[in-house]
Nanobody
């Protein structure tokens, strides 16, 4: 069955960096478009980035453009989210999903505090 496992979250000060990973199994990862979604406490989910199956096209939420970079390694069935210049408003649980799917993993928590 489909499995998505996010990791790499943590506690960081504003301006800091984190690199999230999403390891996938149970489906043809190399042929699947993927996305990152985050959900802050008390708020709905927010799509922050997407990447095509071959990694050639990425899209970003305006508020993270220039700070976040999504990439993938199809040989490792893994997607990444490099987050630079983190801000308190980036605090959320981050999830990876197939772009056209709804199943997500357990998420990884990112907390940015002054």
């Amino acid at each position: 069955q489909v499995s998505l496992v996010e990791s790499g979250g943590g506690l960081v000060q504003p301006g800091g960096t984190l690199r999230l990973s999403c390891t996938a199994s149970g489906f043809a990862f190399s042929r699947t478009d993927m996305k990152w979604v985050r959900q802050a406490p008390g708020k709905g989910p927010e799509r922050i980035s997407s990447i095509t199956s071959d990694g050639s096209v990425t899209t970003y939420l305006d508020s993270v453009k220039g700070r976040f970079t999504t990439s993938r390694d199809n040989a490792k069935s893994t997607m990444y989210l490099q987050m630079n210049n983190l801000k308190p408003e980036d605090t959320a649980t981050y999830y990876c999903l197939r772009t056209f799917g709804t199943q997500r993993g357990q998420g990884t928590q990112v907390i940015v505090f002054p």
